[in-house]
């Protein structure tokens, strides 16, 4: 089976702090994404690598940086974090650009006081 | 980016019944997938769809691809408490594009 892994289910952090959302993928796969949910708005796309290295902003990707240093792990940064990116943070990966199988993990739960 | 209309937003029903939802777009997709997600945990797919008119059942639930490319539907028949959970849509064109519903949240009453 897939396995996605974050490191955290819930962090807290203050206003201003710098936080690292860590993800790690076990299958090798190309593609990795950062996805945030909020309630009544679904998912939206924040970042996504299809590479070591390699990076395409999403929909959302203003407050945020990824690095991609190694193919199995994507990490999500809010350099200064802010009480309105206070959600849930979903990591996921996909085979190749040819998939439509996106895996996810559990999720981490930020809270930013 | 692009949001898909998925309704109803949630969902009250007793054990037994039947669950239908759907989602609708502006646009056409390539590929219609369905995932739940129980509560504390990540989506998980349940059923993915690549043709128009495509009807596809897994075990209690069954999809299907709109002709028009631009809506989904998702039954699940015979509900038990385990299909507690919220159900999301998404249309998938192209590799990284996936677009989804704001999902409908079910809750079945034993």
């Known amino acids: 089976d897939v396995k996605v892994t974050q490191s955290s289910r819930y962090l807290v952090k203050r206003t201003g702090e710098k936080v690292f959302l860590e993800c790690v993928q076990d299958m090798d796969h190309e593609n990795m994404f950062w996805y945030r949910q909020d309630p009544g708005l679904g998912l939206r796309l924040i970042y996504f690598s299809y590479d070591v290295k390699m990076k395409e902003k999403g929909d959302i990707p203003e407050g945020y940086s990824v690095s991609r240093e190694k193919k199995e792990r994507f990490s999500l940064i809010l350099e200064s974090a802010s009480t309105n990116q206070t959600s849930m943070y979903l990591c996921a990966s996909m085979r190749g650009l040819w998939d439509e199988k996106l895996f996810f993990g559990s999720g981490t739960q930020l809270s930013v006081l | 980016g692009q949001q898909l209309n998925q309704s109803p937003q949630s969902m009250f029903i007793q054990e037994g019944e039947d669950v239908s939802m759907n989602c609708t777009s502006s646009?056409?997709?390539?590929?219609w997938l369905w995932y739940k997600q129980d509560p504390g945990e990540g989506p998980v797919l349940l059923i993915a769809l690549y043709k128009a008119g495509e009807l596809t059942s897994n075990g209690r639930l069954t999809a299907q691809f709109g002709i028009t490319r631009k809506d989904s539907f998702l039954n699940i028949s015979a509900s038990i408490p385990s299909d507690v959970g919220i159900y999301f849509c998404?249309?998938?064109?192209?590799?990284?594009?996936?677009?989804f519903g704001t999902g409908t949240s079910l809750t079945v009453i034993p």
């Open positions: 646009s056409i997709f390539n590929t």
């Open positions: 998404a249309g998938q064109n192209t590799g990284n594009q996936f677009y």
